[in-house]
């Protein structure tokens, strides 16, 4: 195969892997978008309201106990066959619209969506040639704010005339072409040599141009993916530090308010009296947009050394806006909402990922972070059941027990963090 064809191969892998961050982004934030649509269409209560953007984040967790199927059948099967389930979810909603077809839909969406940004990545590092699997990594992530503004805007299109079903049936846009993309691309290699196949695993390194490799390779996530991450991360008796560790980053990350922002946008905004919900969805585009901007401005001093005081940071901007959310209302809490944004994309969603890997050792990292990533996904989930039952039970005061949290979380990461480099 020519250095042209890998090249081309290349291209179509950056594209599925932007892919697979967007469909988990969209996907992620679509209920949130049209949220008060929903609530209206259906009379849903408070606790209702909090079931159906919560679901999502719990059937997550399923798709990450699913992804030991990758190692079975491999990466790109797993891939494929998740985007054609997710390009036929949401049209369940057309069929018969009702409650429980939308919590039907957000399982499946939220299982799917999952596993597929989880085997993405693995996906991508194992095929991706060493210079640039960073770039090709950074992509998925990129795909993923993509996604939350894409949902947004989509949103927005359709505020009207009871149109809230169509962004959700445009979630299967992107799952079409990700399937589309796939099916040009070759498996792994590394599964490949996983499963004595050497043959298949060579052409499968021309056809990425990869470098050869000697022999049988076994590959990072082997006895590591789904519930066996678990199980291998708890049996290992110096690991017990490491997780105590990773939780408070955990913690912070995720009770730092960043789930009160995204998921609930809209329904924030009308609390702020921001009634126009069409004006509301376009300030949340602003809002992301400019997170995913001061995010990558954050890999300045990351990049210097500075990961640590950039979580911390990040997390008291958090915490200082959710506070001052108590004392303000109409566009100066909307102006808060926007500093808790631009926090949490500042000092959190882009260290988070930087942070916990140095916590483990080459032995434990894959399934430490397999690990982490349940809790994460656990935690974030508590969070949208909570939130609407907190905004009608003690109103402002949510702002203030947030608040609370990320302080305090922030105080314990800076002190994790200082007790791990001693």
Known sequence: MSPHTSTTNLKILLFAAVCSGLIYGYNAGVYGGVVLQIQAAFDL??????HLI??????????????????????????????????????????????????VERAISGCFAGLIFMIGLIFVAEVAPPEKRATLLSCVMIGVSAGY???????????????WRYPIVLAAVPAIIQVLGLLSLRESPVFYRMRGQLEEAQLSEVFYGLPPQAGPQRPASQERTGLRAIVAILQDRHAVRNILLGLV??????????????????????????TDQAFALEILIVFTISGFAV??????????????????????????????MFFVSGYWAVALLGALQLGFSFGIRTTIFQLLPS??????????????????????????????????????????VFSAAAFALA????????????
Request: glycine fraction near 10%.
């Open 45 to 50: 209560n408070s606790s209702q309201l909090g």
């Open 54 to 103: 919560s679901i999502f984040d719990f059937a997550e967790i399923v798709g990450v106990l699913l992804s030991t199927l990758a190692d079975r059948i491999g990466r790109r099967t797993v891939l494929i066959w998740s985007a054609v389930v997710m390009s036929i979810a949401p049209f369940l909603l057309l069929l018969e619209p009702s409650f429980t077809i939308l919590l």
């Open 149 to 163: 503004v894409a949902e947004l805007a989509m949103s927005v299109e359709f505020v009207d005339n009871d149109g």
């Open 249 to 274: 980053i955990v913690l912070a990350g995720t009770m730092s308010g960043g789930s009160l922002g995204i998921g609930y946008g809209p329904l924030l905004m009308e609390r702020f009296g921001v």
């Open 295 to 324: 995010g990558f401005i954050a890999l300045i001093p990351i990049s210097r050394g500075h990961t640590p005081s950039v979580l911390t940071a990040g997390l008291l901007i958090a915490s200082a806006s959710l506070f001052l």
């Open 359 to 400: 916590f483990l050792d080459d032995a434990s990292r894959v399934a430490g972070m397999a690990f982490y990533n349940l809790v994460f996904i656990f935690l974030t989930g508590l969070n949208k059941e909570f939130i609407p039952v907190m905004l009608d039970a003690i109103g402002a005061w949510t702002f203030l």
């Open 411 to 422: 105080i314990g990461s800076a002190l994790a963090l200082w007790a791990r480099d001693r």
